[in-house]
Nanobody, 124 residues
Framework: QVQLVESGGGLVQAGESLRLSCAAS????????MGWFRQAPGKERVFVAS?????YYADSVKGRFTISRDNAKNTVYLQMNDMKPEDTAVYYC????????????????????WGQGTQVTVSS
């Protein structure tokens, strides 16, 4: 059974950094495009970043966030630097619906498996 478990969320001040991790099990990790999404209070869930061959980012986080993966550890990471209050959200990781590498996968319907989320709060 596929399971994605996020960790690393917490409370930080604006300008500080945080790294999220997502550990995957029950799938051939290297065969999946992985993504990060976030949902702020009262807002829809939106795309943050994805990784297949290379990282792809929403404009709101480009230059500040870095997505990476360690296939040997079945883990995808989201390094978040220079955090801003508008980054406050529940962050979710996801694995793609189809095997293989997807380019610019920013739609939720491109992903099948989801973690339960981890809270990130940025104070100003």
């Amino acid at each position: 059974q596929v399971q994605l478990v996020e960790s690393g969320g917490g409370l930080v001040q604006a300008g500080e950094s945080l790294r999220l991790s997502c550990a995957a099990s029950g799938l051939t990790f290297s065969s999946y495009t992985m993504g990060w999404f976030r949902q702020a209070p009262g807002k829809e869930r939106v795309f943050v970043a994805s990784i297949s061959g290379t990282g792809y980012y929403a404009d709101s986080v480009k230059g500040r966030f870095t997505i990476s993966r360690d296939n040997a550890k079945n883990t995808v990471y989201l390094q978040m630097n220079d955090m801003k209050p508008e980054d406050t959200a529940v962050y979710y990781c996801a694995a793609s619906r189809v095997p293989g590498l997807l380019l610019r996968a920013r739609s939720e319907n491109q992903y099948k498996y989801w973690g339960q989320g981890t809270q990130v709060t940025v104070s100003s």
